[in-house]
């Protein structure tokens, strides 16, 4: 599933003219480009370029730092995993916020760092394909239900991604196996995987249409190496005759 960074179809008129002009980098979009945050959690769309450019503001500005904003923007870039959107956003963070590094092992912990912390524990889950312990973490402390809040659909969003993953690899899976990655189960399973992947039930397996991705195809790669590559070769060995 790719996502293209600088394009987001639900973006308002007056949020692209601001992230192609001078404005981005004014501090009084800041107020701006949160309420945009809070409009893409309600409505479960994700503008990462005017994400990324509201977290360079505060990279600017970090006394203007909105740490419910921050959150949302890293809860929101777990939705479209395995995107680098996380990283990017984590590398933008000020230095202070990140509690990471023996820079900053000094630091006293506060409710943000942690909250960075936690998320990106959460992150490492998704990119290493530990799914159910994705599910298992984000069920272990009420803090996880308290970030991920604000973004509507969040689960769901997150369950859509990881049966992306799924599909590039597998041809046919094990109904246990697939709701332990989902955490789904029983009706919910099936109809999730009816009606959002598109895949079919037979008994306890569930059959993954071929795709590019989990086909199996056998490549033949040939060279062809022109006598003239050899010039050099040959050469020597006649000056050394």
Not at 198 to 206: A, L, P, S
Not at 211 to 222: L, M, P, Q
Request: hydrophobic share 35%; with cysteine.
């Amino acid at each position: 599933m790719p996502y293209a960074f600088d394009k987001c179809p639900e973006r308002p008129a007056n949020i692209d003219a601001i992230l192609n002009g001078l404005d981005r980098y004014n501090p009084e979009t800041t107020t701006i480009f949160q309420e945009y945050v809070t409009q893409q959690c309600e409505e479960k769309f994700f503008d990462c370029y005017a994400c990324l450019a509201l977290l360079k503001l505060y990279q600017f500005n970090p006394h203007l730092l909105h740490p419910e904003t921050v959150t949302n923007i890293l809860v929101k870039s777990l939705t479209i995993f395995p995107s680098p959107a996380f990283s990017l956003a984590l590398a933008l963070l000020p230095p202070s916020t990140v509690p990471f590094g023996s820079s900053n092992s000094g630091l006293p912990t506060t409710e943000l760092t942690e909250s960075i912390q936690k998320l990106t524990h959460l992150s490492s889950l998704l990119e290493s394909a530990q799914y159910d312990a994705f599910w298992s973490t984000l069920d272990s402390d009420d803090l996880y239900a308290d970030l991920y809040s604000d973004v509507a659909g969040f689960e769901d969003l997150v369950r859509i991604r990881i049966a992306g993953e799924v599909g590039k690899c597998f041809r046919e899976v094990d109904m246990k196996v697939l709701s332990a990655w989902l955490d789904l189960r029983g009706d919910q399973l099936s109809k999730f995987v009816n009606t959002a992947c598109g895949w079919q039930v037979t008994g306890e397996e569930v059959k993954i249409p071929s795709n590019s991705e989990n086909e199996a195809r056998s490549e033949v790669k040939g060279e062809r190496v022109g006598v003239e590559q050899f010039g050099r070769v040959f050469r020597r060995g006649f000056e050394s005759a």
